[in-house]
């Protein structure tokens, strides 16, 4: 396969995730929306890595760090959650407007 | 059409399936079910694009662990069942308006990445993934590497203090 199916593919799943997280009403579901986002990130480094001007395994290494990087982020932004919820009762997005008004 | 083509149609089907299931469904539990799919068929793609320390680390960490703790955060809190309560925020229009955003910027990208090719024959990666991974990072992203160590254990620190119960509703129990 070429380069640029990867990254068509990469693309599809960047804009599934993107819509999803301006849409969807649920707090857990956006978090996961972000999750898709960055594997197809992800996927564009490793397409580069073995497709891009400079093979290589650096392109790995760097989707490992991004990896780790959204582990954290999903354990801190569901703690997040969690306290929110214990304060407001509810996980819906739009009704997170205490800063707002 | 070679094996590695069907193979790669099969992973991508997979994974776009798995993301449209999932913008689909109301029930929160399916939709992070449904994520599974797609994230196991990128794990199938790495495989093909000769990156299997990464395709495993992706299904040990997002087809495993970052499953179960959606999972756990959707059991630690209620969550209507009601089919008929909107799942999205705003009304048609902020969809409209989020939908026509999201295609062009999906068409202005292709239009990039259409004709991208950098001659190269993919042969550079072959055998021994992992122990080029570790040279790697123990050479060139040494630093790198120690300070994702600092990431994960403020990330944790930070979640246990986010989520524990505030003082004084801890002392009233």
Redesign the interface.
Known sequence: ?????????A??????????A?????T??V???I??ML?AV??NF??F?????H????G??F???V??????????G??????F??NR?T?Q??EANSLKH | MSGTDIAFFLLALAAIAGGVTMLQLTNVVHMVIALVMTFVGIAGLYVLLSAEFVAVVQVLIYSGAITIIMLFAIMLTRHHTDERERQTTGGVWHRAVAAISVIAFGLAVYFGIRQLDFGADGSALSGDNAKAIGKSLYSYYTIPFEIVSVILLVALVGAIVLAKKDGKEAGDE
């Open positions: 396969m070429t380069l640029s199916a990867y990254l068509a593919l693309l599809i799943l960047f804009c599934i995730g993107l819509y999803g301006l849409t969807k009403r649920n857990v579901i978090l996961i929306c999750e898709l594997n992800n996927l490793v397409a890595a073995k497709y891009g001007p093979p290589g395994v650096h790995h290494v989707a490992l760090f990896i780790a990087v959204a582990a954290a982020e999903a354990a801190v569901l703690a997040v959650l969690i306290a919820y214990r009762k996980v997005v739009d």
